[in-house]
């Protein structure tokens, strides 16, 4: 059965950091992505990242974001810098076995639970 589970969620202060992770166990897929959900809002795409660890971002989240992937550990990272009251989401671990890999909801069968993230100003 294959299981997604975020850690590392929580409230830190504007301008502040946080680290994601997500651990996959069950199967080992071609694609993982991070997604949020604000409040009254769509789900929306932050990053994915292939098997190769070539990594892919929404224009916005360039440059704050980072997204990465330990295959030995089956885990998928996203670090978070300078973080903005705006960045304030439920974030979901995703995957998926097909061999494309985009930024793209639809392509995703398999999500988390999600971890709260809280940035206060």
């Known amino acids: 059965q294959a299981q997604l589970v975020e850690f590392g969620g929580g409230s830190v202060q504007a301008g502040g950091s946080l680290r994601l992770s997500c651990a996959a166990s069950?199967?080992?897929?071609?694609?993982m992505g991070w997604f949020r959900q604000a409040p009254g809002k769509e789900r929306e795409a932050v990053a994915v990242i292939d098997n190769y660890g070539n990594p892919a971002y929404v224009d916005s989240m360039k440059g704050r974001f980072a997204i990465s992937k330990d295959n030995a550990k089956n885990t998928l990272y996203l670090q978070m810098n300078s973080l903005k009251p705006e960045d304030t989401a439920m974030y979901y671990c995703?995957?998926?076995?097909?061999?494309?890999?985009?930024?793209?909801?639809?392509?995703?069968?398999?999500w988390g639970q999600g971890t709260q993230v809280t940035v206060s100003s």
């Open positions: 995703a995957a998926h076995f097909s061999l494309w890999c985009r930024i793209s909801r639809g392509d995703f069968g398999y």
């Open positions: 069950g199967s080992v897929y071609k694609c």
